[in-house]
């Protein structure tokens, strides 16, 4: 499996559990320190930031439930002033008040450093031409992927949900090499080309999906190959698979 950040990624466990250690201190005290409602319930449950001093010691914060959150609606969650937020996003609120949440510079940094860690565990390279089917909306879907493969170098194609048989054409003419959508919207395209009969003139090698218990199918990720070396193939095959889960199929569209 590729690896984006080797000095991250293949680093000791003992390395990466100080990591750990040493950031979750700093969210902790910052949070105190910085966000009522968070300051508030740790004083109820009688905890300090002193008090974690290990990786376990993440058990004695209290949890949150999303109608703590909502009544923090639009911004009292936010842990540094508005004037270092750069960008604002936010659940839909269909079930009720929406969940907002603030990004900092560091923020998006530090979001599209894991998704190029992500894509490029899943097969994707600064070679591919990346379709973004997930909606560029207030929710958070399909910016995040933007910015992670936009850093690995793959050529974006914002081109957002719906309009399917738009989606298959603009694939078929762009080259798309990489598609990134949900599992179910990732089947529905795959019929769709076939009734346009456009399936043999398709280039995707890679599909990420996303994968939730509850949300979608029990297909985590769908990769979806038409061309490219077979020993890559079993390669990422192999990946997918041994991956706790997760369910990989391949879908032949020759």
């Known amino acids: 499996m590729a690896v984006w950040n080797p000095k991250i990624e293949c680093a000791k466990r ?24 968070y300051h508030d319930k740790m004083v109820k449950a009688g905890v300090k930031p002193s ?3 290990t990786l ?66 899943g097969g994707a390279t600064a070679d591919d031409i990346a379709q973004i089917s997930f909606g560029y909306t207030l929710f958070t879907g399909a910016f995040g992927l933007h910015g992670g493969l936009e850093k690995i170098g793959c050529a974006i194609i914002p081109i957002s949900s719906g309009n399917t048989e738009r989606q298959i054409n603009i694939m078929r003419d762009f080259g798309s090499t990489v598609l990134i959508a949900t599992p179910s919207y990732a089947l529905y395209m795959a019929e769709v080309a076939e009734r346009m009969d456009a399936l043999k003139d398709i280039r995707l090698r890679v599909g990420l999906h996303e994968a939730g218990e509850g949300r979608c199918s029990d297909d985590g990720v769908i990769l979806l190959q038409v061309c490219g070396e077979q020993d890559e193939v079993d390669r990422l095959m192999a990946a997918l698979e041994s991956t706790p889960g997760v369910t990989a199929k391949l879908m032949d569209l020759n």
């Open 56 to 121: 376990k010691d993440i058990s004695k914060i209290p949890l949150t439930t999303k109608t703590e959150l909502r009544e923090q609606y639009p911004f009292k969650l936010l842990a540094v002033p508005m004037r270092e937020v750069v960008r604002i996003h936010a659940s839909s609120g269909t079930t009720g008040q929406p969940i907002t949440a603030g990004y900092t510079r560091r923020d998006l940094d530090t979001w599209a450093e894991c998704i190029a860690r992500i894509a490029t565990a």
């Open 14 to 37: 003992s390395e990466i559990e100080a990591i750990q250690l040493e950031r979750l201190k700093w969210s902790v005290q910052h949070a105190y320190d910085h966000v009522p409602m």
């Open 51 to 53: 008090d974690i001093r």
